[in-house]
């Protein structure tokens, strides 16, 4: 492993922890405004599950990521272009406060920094499109499955005095927000793995990859989950309370929705978005008190983020490259 190597790996590591820093919100942002936890310690239980996640799930969205783009246009330029737009957005939309993808800011930066290299013919079309159908269907899900959860419960607890059902579901949440964190951590972690194994790919330091090595592993989680601890405060406070105001049953609700969508993604190989769906599932159950209790301008900015992501990051990735291969 030469030197370029070691930056490259690095700088996929620092995009890592970029996403956790940047997605901590997902994970926290229901417990933290219905008041189960204080931050400090919502950011610590997140984080231990984004840990945690790769003893349970295998690396499938890893194989999807990696092969976005054929291998043999991934030079090192283009893996650092890909990861220069990724963080580049994710810093950016951090700063206004608006809750994105971290994993299609680094599809789009695959996307443009390839296409810049060598056309449209480097995509993976299926990969690519698995990802994007994605954008509509995870928060669709999760905005299903929150409303089927809320009413639900509603309907199990009709008989359950209101300080008992807040009570039970303050520790319900610890359940559900560490759930919503391993599929966090499990879903996003793979995106880092993916690109890692792409580096050690083209250096034949792996066979193929089927082949990635358990320091990868470790290294992308642990990413995650010390990106996770660090915390994204504007981001918080979008999700968890401007979009809608949550009590305990409904932030435990939402979690489970986003939960089971990650889980079952993940399991498929799919890459999505926690962000999407997670805010799809505080719609959902926020929307069952009344349609006025959705912000829906927020939501509807928030929607606007997500569909600017890929082609956003793709552009400054594209820049990126060029500006590199000028300089080389």
Do not use: C
Request: zero cysteines; hydrophobic letters at 60%.
């Amino acid at each position: 492993m030469n030197a370029a190597g070691i930056f490259l790996i690095a700088m996929a590591l620092a995009f890592d922890f970029a996403n956790g820093w940047h997605d901590s919100a997902n994970s926290i942002a229901t417990i933290v405004s219905t008041r189960v936890l204080s931050p400090r310690y919502a950011v610590l239980w997140a984080a231990f599950f984004n840990f945690v996640a790769f003893l349970i799930f295998g690396v499938a969205v890893a194989k999807t990521i990696a092969s976005i783009i054929k291998p043999a246009v991934a030079s090192d330029a283009v893996i650092f272009a890909a990861l220069f737009g990724a963080i580049a957005w994710d810093i950016i939309t951090w700063y206004f406060g608006l809750p994105t993808s971290s994993s299609h800011a680094l599809v789009g930066g695959l996307v443009g920094a390839g296409v810049a290299r060598s056309g449209w013919h480097v995509v993976n079309g299926g990969a690519l499109w698995k990802t994007v159908e994605f954008i509509i269907l995870s928060p669709v899900i999760g905005l299903i499955l929150g409303l089927v959860f809320i009413v639900a419960i509603y309907w199990v607890m009709r008989r359950a005095s209101p300080r008992f059902a807040n009570r039970l579901f303050r520790r319900g949440q610890l359940l559900s927000a560490a759930a919503l964190s391993l599929g966090h951590g499990a879903n996003d972690a793979q995106k880092t793995m993916g690109v890692i194994a792409v580096v050690l790919l083209a250096r034949h330091d792996i066979n193929s990859l089927s082949s990635i090595p358990i320091w990868v592993v470790l290294a992308a989680n642990a990413s995650i989950a010390l990106g996770t601890a660090s915390g994204g405060w504007r981001i918080v406070r979008t999700m968890g309370q401007k979009i809608t105001n949550l009590v305990p049953v409904q932030g435990f609700a939402a979690e489970t929705a986003a939960a089971i969508t990650l889980f079952v993604t993940s399991g498929l190989g799919i890459p999505v978005s926690t962000t999407h769906t997670i805010t799809g599932a505080i719609v959902g159950v926020g929307s069952t008190r009344r349609l006025s209790a959705v912000r829906w301008g927020v939501a509807g900015r928030v929607v606007w983020a997500w569909f600017l992501t890929i082609p956003v990051a793709a552009g400054m990735a594209a820049i990126a490259l060029e500006v590199v291969t000028r300089l080389h």
